[in-house]
């Protein structure tokens, strides 16, 4: 066994586990060598055996976590981010604007800073760290931002940038071959350069060691047209990749109707964009007939509130989602408009807020989708879950000190109190990447560092 995570007060393993009808059972999450699951439960380190915890992939002192005190959870998924925009947050002019004004701002700036592989390695890098320290094991990266100047080998120089912070951070990396307005044939030629290079003829776009997943999505209807949306769904068709895509928020939906006289998730039903391997993020303004249309596709849904609510872009309906069938995963969305990658924190917003777009969603099920519910969005049913078979990525928190004083119910109260909370510990794959609070594959200063240096060369 490489791992054993000893002694939890509770242990959170998913959807229609233990906890559904009450507390979740403490206990041990015993790990193999391969990183996978083996064993959870209030004695699953004594019943695999004596030699539980010896050696293994996670060191000589990493092959025990002590969870005295602690809720274990699966690790995070972030459904939703722009990892390019860690390197534009605050930028003046684009906090509190309406979407067709911050659009072109974004753009001016990723103009003004000659977006290259560097500049894409350093904001994933500092990004993916960020996520790690923040508990979230996964993110999936809608890279929108492919300058004019990038021919599709360079548009592989780029990806294969975000896919190497990825592998030295140590996290799960989704990247989302977006676009944004770009001409689609060369899209599309660029989709497919990037999923040969970094994932090959992988199944469902995801290399062996599940590490690394490559997916298409435009950024919705308001930029692309239907050219787009077919051309880069027929390299997904051929590769196997899942698709993604952003509907429904204010500049989207007005930008619709100008253009074709309909809505937008319309415009995808009738594009092939509505189907069990699309997740649609945002959907903040959406009718109960388009609701019902989403649920009878398959298609999954991406909640960004961290994004939507403080700009003033809306809160997409999650319990009416949920209600009608539809999958929902959570996302933060990127810097430029979130300004942080820190999955739980949004999850507590959701949590707060749910009820301005119809009933109050309870802890657990907003923990639910920021776990299985995004996993399950990226065709990844192995992720977001600790249960015998999953891969071992998972979150130790501490509940035992004065943020939590008082807490009736640690699992509740992961997303109820404390607003900052991060883990004590992560572990990816059944490797320990943050350990008491830090970050033990890189030198998080140091990673911080270099993407600052390569801002104030734009600025400069």
Request: a negative charge.
């Amino acid at each position: 066994m490489s791992l054993v995570v000893t002694g939890a007060l509770a242990v959170r393993t998913g959807p229609g586990g233990p906890g559904e009808a009450g507390p979740e059972p403490g206990g041990d999450v015993v790990v193999d060598a391969a990183g996978r699951v083996v064993a959870v439960g209030p004695d699953a380190a004594r019943d695999v055996g004596p030699d539980v915890g010896r050696g293994g992939a996670a060191g000589p002192d990493g092959a025990r976590l002590d969870a005295t005190g602690c809720v274990v959870t699966p690790g995070l998924v972030n459904a939703h981010h722009h990892l390019l925009q860690t390197a534009f947050r605050t930028l003046p002019g684009t906090r509190g604007v309406p979407m067709r004004d911050w659009l072109p701002a974004m753009a001016a700036a990723y103009e003004r800073a000659h977006v290259d592989a560097e500049l894409v390695g350093a904001a994933a890098r500092a990004g993916l760290a960020e996520a790690l320290l923040c508990g979230v094991t996964t993110v999936a990266d809608h890279h929108l931002t492919w300058p004019a100047h990038v021919d599709v080998a360079g548009s592989v120089d780029l990806a294969r940038a975000a896919a190497a912070a990825a592998d030295e951070v140590g996290a799960r990396l989704v990247l989302v071959r977006g676009t944004a307005g770009d001409d689609a044939e060369r899209a599309a030629l660029s989709a497919d350069a990037i999923a040969a290079a970094l994932v090959g003829a992988s199944p469902g776009g995801v290399r062996p060691d599940g590490r690394v997943q490559v997916a298409v999505g435009p950024a919705g209807v308001h930029s692309d047209g239907e050219t787009t949306f077919r051309l880069l769904g027929e390299v997904a068709a051929r590769r196997g990749l899942r698709r993604r895509t952003q509907a429904n928020e204010q500049v989207d939906v007005a930008a619709a109707l100008e253009r074709y006289g309909r809505r937008p998730l319309d415009l995808l039903a009738d594009w092939g964009w509505l189907a069990p391997d699309v997740a649609v993020a945002h959907l903040c303004d959406v009718t109960d007939d388009e609701i019902a249309r989403v649920a009878a596709s398959g298609a999954s849904a991406t909640h960004a509130p961290g994004c939507d609510v403080p700009m003033g872009w809306g809160v997409a309906p999650v319990a009416r989602l949920l209600a009608a069938g539809v999958r929902v995963g959570l996302g933060t969305s990127g810097g430029g408009s979130n300004d942080a990658g820190h999955l739980l924190a949004d999850a507590r917003l959701a949590m707060q807020v749910s009820a301005l777009a119809g009933r109050q969603l309870a802890a657990r099920e907003v923990l639910d989708a920021a776990t299985a519910g995004s996993a399950d969005g990226l065709g990844r049913p192995e992720l977001g879950r600790l249960s015998p078979g999953s891969a071992a990525d998972l979150c130790v928190w501490d509940v035992s000190g004065v943020p939590d004083a008082g807490v009736a119910d640690p699992v509740a109260g992961l997303l109820w109190a404390s607003p900052g909370r991060r883990p004590r510990h992560v572990v990816v794959g059944g490797r320990v990447v943050v350990r008491d609070g830090r970050l033990v594959t890189a030198d998080e200063r140091e990673v911080a560092r270099v993407l600052t240096r390569r801002v104030e060369r734009v600025a400069a």
